[in-house]
């Protein structure tokens, strides 16, 4: 019997400058800047915070892809 696969990636955020706190779909990452995280495929809503410095992204991951974003919090 055959199980489905599920489609998978990552996330590789970074930002300017690194040590950033993350948070993926609202959860925070355990991690801070540059990390690479494993999510399902599909629309992600990435926020990468420093301080009182905040950029969110929504990026669209697909079935075993890597998807790049970095934050310019200077």
Do not use: C
Not at 16 to 26: F, L, M, N, Q, T
Not at 27 to 37: A, Q
Not at 56 to 66: C, K, L, N, P, S
């Amino acid at each position: 019997r055959k199980t489905a696969r599920l489609a998978k990636g990552s996330l590789i955020i970074d930002s300017r400058p690194i040590g950033a706190d993350i948070w993926v779909d609202g959860r925070k990452v355990s991690g801070l800047t540059p990390h690479t995280e494993p999510v399902m495929a599909g629309s992600h809503r990435v926020t990468v915070r420093m301080g009182n410095s905040e950029q969110t992204f929504t990026v669209d991951v697909r079935d075993g892809e890597r998807a790049a974003v970095t934050a310019q919090l200077e």
